[in-house]
C-alpha cells in the first residue's frame, strides 16, 4: 500500500516543508539560517539574537532528516535534495528575495548548490567552517587531507553502533561544543548526508563559477574540517573572500559576533583575544 506521503514526496518529487527552528525579526532583509551535519536550526540562536537587534528577519530551519523535519528513510540526502526542501520552504515562509545565507558545516555545501542554482534569490552568502574537499592534482596538500578525512568518515559510516554509543557518552556535551546531536533516529540522514552531501560534494566547481559575493569565514583552531590549500583553489574567483576567526568548529558568541559584522556589510573586526582575526 502506497502512503499519500510517499506518493507526494518520493513519487511526485514535492520537496518537503523544514521544520523552522528559528522565525523571528520583523525587518525588510531576511537572513536564512542553514546548520551543519547531525546538528539543528536552534544553534542560531545568538546569532538569530543579534540580528534582531540591527532589524532583519532571520529564519533558520531544520534541514531534512535532522531536528524536528521528516526523515524519510527513502531519500538519499544528496545535496539537491536538502536545497529543495530549503528553497520550498522559503518559497512559503513569505520572505521577500533576495535575502542572505549563511550556512555552517554541511549547511554551507547546501547554500552553495542554491546559490549556485539560484543565484538572483540570493544576495550574500556566508560560509562559516565549510567542509571543501576537490580531488584536485595540483593541490596535493589538500589531496592528502582529503584521503585523511574520508578514510575517517568511511570508518564511521561503516560503524553506526560504535557511532552511537560515542553519541550517547558524550550527550550534552558534543550538542554544547558542536551541536552535534545523533542517535538512531537521525543515523540514516546522518550517513547518507555524510556520505551523498559531503563526500560527493559539488561545491568545488560550483565555487568557481559563483556570482554571489561569498564570505567564507574559517576557525583557527577547528580541527574538524580542512583548511589547507582553500584560499588558492578560489583564487581565481573574485567575488569569494576569506577570513579566519579565533575560534573553533562550533557556533559560539565570538563566531557569532565575527557573522553578524560580515551580515551587516563590516569586515571582521577585533576579537577579545590576543591575536586579531585576519584575511586568510
Not at 532589524?55 to 531536528?67: E, N, P, T
Not at 524536528?68 to 521577500?96: C, F, I, M, T
Not at 548526508?193 to 560534494?201: D, E, H, P
Amino acid at each position: 500500500m502506497i502512503h499519500l506521503q510517499d506518493f507526494s514526496h518520493r513519487w511526485l518529487r514535492r520537496p518537503y516543508t523544514l521544520h523552522t527552528a528559528i522565525d523571528v525579526g520583523e525587518g525588510h532583509r531576511a537572513v536564512v539560517l542553514l546548520h551543519g551535519l547531525a546538528s539543528n536550526g536552534l544553534v542560531w540562536r545568538q546569532l538569530a539574537t543579534n540580528l534582531i537587534a540591527k532589524h532583519f528577519r532571520v529564519l533558520a530551519y531544520d534541514l531534512l532528516g535532522f531536528g524536528a523535519s521528516a526523515k524519510p528513510s527513502w531519500s538519499q540526502y544528496r545535496v539537491e535534495d536538502h536545497a529543495r526542501s530549503v528553497l520550498y520552504s522559503l518559497n512559503k515562509s513569505g520572505v521577500k528575495f533576495p535575502v542572505t545565507l549563511v550556512g555552517h558545516s554541511m549547511g554551507c555545501l547546501v547554500a552553495v548548490h542554491l546559490a549556485s542554482v539560484y543565484p538572483e534569490r540570493f544576495d550574500h552568502v556566508i560560509l562559516y567552517e565549510p567542509p571543501l574537499f576537490a580531488d584536485i592534482p595540483e593541490f596535493s596538500s589538500h589531496a592528502r587531507r582529503r584521503k585523511l578525512y574520508f578514510s575517517i568518515f568511511e570508518r564511521i559510516v561503516d560503524s553506526p553502533n560504535m557511532v552511537l554509543i560515542y553519541a550517547r557518552l558524550l550527550g550534552r556535551a558534543a550538542t554544547k561544543v558542536a551541536g552535534f546531536a545523533v542517535d538512531e533516529a537521525t543515523w540514516l540522514p546522518f550517513e547518507r548526508s555524510l556520505r551523498n552531501t559531503i563526500m560527493a560534494q559539488t561545491a568545488y566547481q560550483e565555487l568557481h563559477t559563483l556570482e554571489v559575493p561569498t564570505d567564507i569565514v574559517y576557525g583557527r583552531f577547528d580541527i574538524v574540517v580542512t583548511k589547507t590549500e582553500v584560499k588558492e583553489m578560489f583564487a581565481d574567483n573574485k567575488n569569494v573572500s576569506f577570513y579566519r576567526v579565533s575560534d573553533t568548529h562550533g557556533i559560539s558568541k565570538k563566531s557569532a559576533t565575527a557573522l553578524t559584522q560580515l551580515i551587516t556589510g563590516h569586515k571582521i573586526k577585533r576579537q577579545k583575544t590576543r591575536r586579531m582575526p585576519q584575511r586568510a
